[in-house]
C-alpha cells in the first residue's frame, strides 16, 4: 500500500478521511501544534486516530518554528489584518502545512491529504503550501471531491464501526499560540454579535494590574522583569490577560476565494504585544520608518493571508522588518482591565523623545524664530504656486 500523510485535527472531516483512505492507503496521520493544545488532548487526538485505522500517528510540536518564521515579523510590522484580526489562523496554516509536507517527504510518502472543503481559505493555504514545495506527491481531498455533508460522513463512519459522538458544537473554537477563532451561526450572517459565552476566556479578574513588557530589537525578550523565550514570555501574558477577558472581536474580511467572511476571536496575548511594540516603536523610529513600515506590514500580513508565504518577496520584506527594529528596545508598561488594556508608557534609552534639541510646543535650542519663519515659508511654497497657478482658471 502507497503512503499517504493526512493533516489529521481529530475533528469529524480528517476522521473520515482517515477512516475511508486507510482502506486503499497506509495512512499516516500528523496533528502540528502551534500553540494551545495540552498533553491530555494530544493523547486523545492520538488515541482517537489509531481507532480510525491509522498505520501511524505524529504530533509536531512546532510552537518555536511558528514564532521564529511568523509570528516575529507579524509583531516587527504591528500587523492587524482591517486593523483588527492578528492573522491567528491563517498564520498557523502556513506552518502546519510546511510541517506536514516535510514530514510526508521525510517518510516517502507519495500522497498528502487533508480534509479541507471548497468552500474556504484553508484549501488554498494547504494546496500551495503543498503543490510548491512537493510537487510530485498528490493532494488528495475527500471532502471537497465528495461534496460531502456532515450527516454523510456521520452515517459512513457508524457503518465502519465508528460510534463516537459527532455532535456540533454550538460554537467552534481554534487556539494557537497567536490567538484562538470563534465561529458560530451569528458569524454566518452581518448583524449579530457573538454572545459572552462563546469566547471560551470568561472575566475572572476585577480592578487593574500593571505588568511590563521587555522588547529587544523588537523582541518580546521579558515579562514582568523575568526574561524567557518570546513565546513563552506571549503564553504567559495570555494566561493572565485572559482572565481579564481582553482581546475579544470579530473580523471582517475578503477570502481568498473572493466572498466575504466573519469570524469571531480572542487574542489577549497578541493584541497587548502588537499595540506595546507599536508604541515603542513611535518612540525609537524615525517619521519615515514608520510610513515605510506600515504599508509594507500590511502587504505581508495580505499575502501571508493569502497563502502566499513562499514567494521569495515575503522573505525580503522580512529583511526589511527586522532591519528595522535595530532600536526597538526598552520597556511598555501595560494596564490590564476588565475586557480592555491601556499603555501607561515606555521607557528606552532610544526613546527620540529624549533629545535634548526641543520639547515639542514648548522650547527649542537648535533654531532660532528666523529659521524657523524661513523653513515654515520654503515648505509652504508648492501649496502657494498651486494655489496661485489655478486660481486664474
Known sequence: MKKLVIAYSGGLDTSYCAVSLSKEYEVHAVSVNTGGFSEDEIKHIESNAYKMGVTNYKNIDAVATFYQKVVKYLIFGNVLKNNSYPLSVSAER???????????????????????????????????????????????????????????????????????????????????????????????????????EAYPSQ???????????????????????????????????????????????????DTIVGTKGRVGFEAAAALITIKAHHLLEKHTLTKWQ????????SF??????????????????????????????????????????????????????????STYGEENRAWTATDAKGFIKILGNQNKIYQQVNSKI
Open 94 to 196: 502556513i506552518i502546519q502545512a510546511i510541517e506536514i509536507v516535510e514530514y510526508a517527504k521525510s517518510i516517502g510518502a507519495a500522497y498528502i491529504a487533508h480534509g479541507s472543503t471548497g468552500a474556504g481559505n484553508d484549501q488554498v493555504r494547504f494546496d500551495m503550501i503543498f503543490q510548491t514545495l512537493a510537487p510530485n506527491i498528490t493532494i488528495i481531498t475527500p471532502i471537497r471531491d465528495q461534496q460531502l455533508t456532515r450527516k454523510e460522513e456521520i452515517d459512513y463512519l457508524k457503518s465502519e464501526g465508528i460510534n463516537m459522538s459527532w455532535e456540533k458544537s454550538k460554537y467552534s473554537v481554534n487556539k494557537g499560540l497567536w490567538g484562538t477563532s470563534v465561529g458560530g451561526v451569528e458569524t454566518l450572517k452581518s448583524e449579530k454579535p457573538l454572545p459572552n
Open 203 to 253: 472575566l475572572k479578574k476585577e480592578g487593574e494590574e500593571k505588568v511590563t513588557l521587555t522588547f529587544k530589537n523588537g523582541e518580546f525578550v521579558a515579562f514582568n522583569g523575568i526574561e524567557n523565550l518570546p513565546e513563552l514570555n506571549i503564553e504567559k501574558l495570555n494566561e493572565i490577560a485572559a482572565g481579564y477577558a481582553i482581546g475579544r472581536d470579530i473580523h471582517v474580511g
Open 300 to 357: 505581508y500580513g495580505m499575502h501571508l493571508h493569502e497563502g502566499q508565504y513562499l514567494d521569495p518577496v515575503m522573505r525580503d520584506t522580512e529583511v526589511f522588518l527586522q532591519s528595522s527594529q535595530k532600536m526597538v528596545s526598552g520597556n511598555v508598561v501595560v494596564r490590564l482591565k476588565p475586557y480592555h488594556f491601556s499603555l501607561d508608557g515606555i521607557i528606552s534609552e532610544h526613546d527620540l523623545m529624549s533629545s535634548s534639541f
Open 290 to 297: 514608520l510610513q515605510h513600515k506600515e504599508y509594507l506590514s
